[in-house]
C-alpha cells in the first residue's frame, strides 16, 4: 500500500512541478507567445478574478501551447523502460527477447521528419489539428503510450492548465533586475524526471 502511495506522490507531483517550470521558462523566452495567451485568458475570464476549470475548455491557445511546451520539454523524456516479450526487426536491427528499451521522447518531439522547425517554440502548429498527448500519436508522446500510459494524465493536465491559466491570468511576469531574458537557459538536469537545471527566478507583478 504505501509503495503505490508513494508511486503516485512521486509520479504525479514532480512531473507537475518540471512541467510548470519549463512551460515558464518557454514563455519568459517567448513573449509573444507569452502576450498572446495572456490575452486569450483575460479576455475571457474578464473581472472575475480567477480561472476556474469550466474556462480551461476555452483556452485554445492556452492548451495548445501546454501541448508544445510538452512536446520540447516532457517531464519523463524517456518515459518507464520496456522488455521486449518475443525477438523482432525494426529498420533491420535485430532486437532479441528481453532486452531493455528506452523509448525517448524528448527526441522523438524534435524529430524534423515529424515536425517543422522543431527547435521553434510556436504553438500555433497544434491550432486546427487533432494532433494530441492521449499516446494516439507517436509523434508527441510525454504520457508515454499502449497499456502502460501514465494513469494520471488526465489530473496531471487539468493541474497544469489550471495553474498556468491562473499564473497567466493574475500577473505580469518579469525578469529579477539586473538580468536579462537572454539569461534563461534550458538547461537539464538527468534523471526520470526531466528538471531544470538552473532555478528559474522571475517577478511577479499583480495584473488584477
Ligand atoms: C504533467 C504531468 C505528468 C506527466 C508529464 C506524466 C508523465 C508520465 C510518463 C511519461 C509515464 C510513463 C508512461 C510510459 O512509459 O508509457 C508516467 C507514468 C505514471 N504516471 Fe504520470 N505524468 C504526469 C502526471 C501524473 C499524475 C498527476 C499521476 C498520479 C496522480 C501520475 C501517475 C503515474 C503513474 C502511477 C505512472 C506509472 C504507470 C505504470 O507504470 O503503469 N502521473 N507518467
Known amino acids: 500500500m504505501k509503495a503505490v502511495l508513494m508511486n503516485i506522490f512521486i509520479a504525479g507531483t514532480d512531473t507537475v512541478a518540471a512541467t510548470m ?11 509573444r507567445v507569452m502576450k498572446k495567451a495572456q490575452k486569450e485568458v483575460r479576455t475571457l475570464v474578464g473581472e472575475k478574478c480567477f480561472v476556474d476549470e469550466d474556462d480551461i475548455q476555452k483556452l485554445t491557445y492556452m492548451k495548445a501551447l501546454v501541448k508544445e511546451n510538452m512536446r520540447l520539454y516532457p517531464a519523463a523524456p ?11 526487426n525494426i529498420d533491420g536491427y535485430e532486437i532479441p527477447i528481453k532486452t531493455l528499451v528506452f523509448v525517448n521522447a524528448w527526441a522523438i518531439g524534435k524529430d524534423p521528419e515529424s515536425w517543422e522547425n522543431p ?3 510556436m504553438p500555433e502548429r497544434f491550432l486546427g489539428t487533432c494532433i494530441d498527448f492521449k499516446g494516439q500519436d507517436y ?4 504520457f508515454g503510450a499502449g497499456r502502460r ?6 489530473l496531471g493536465v ?9 499564473l497567466l491570468y493574475s500577473f505580469d511576469w518579469e525578469m529579477p533586475v539586473g538580468m536579462k531574458m537572454e539569461d534563461i537557459d534550458t538547461d537539464a538536469k ?11 527566478y522571475l517577478v511577479a507583478r499583480n495584473y488584477i
Do not use: H, S, Y
Not at 139 to 142: C, N
Open 21 to 31: 517550470v519549463w512551460t515558464m521558462t518557454a514563455l519568459m523566452k517567448n513573449p
Open 78 to 88: 524517456l518515459l518507464i523502460l520496456r522488455e521486449t516479450l518475443q525477438k523482432c
Open 119 to 121: 527547435e521553434e517554440f
Open 139 to 142: 509523434k508527441l508522446i510525454p
Open 149 to 154: 500510459i501514465c494513469p494520471g494524465m488526465n
Open 158 to 166: 487539468v493541474t497544469v492548465e489550471l495553474a498556468l491559466a491562473n
Open 190 to 200: 538527468p534523471g526520470l524526471t526531466m528538471t531544470k537545471k538552473n532555478d528559474l
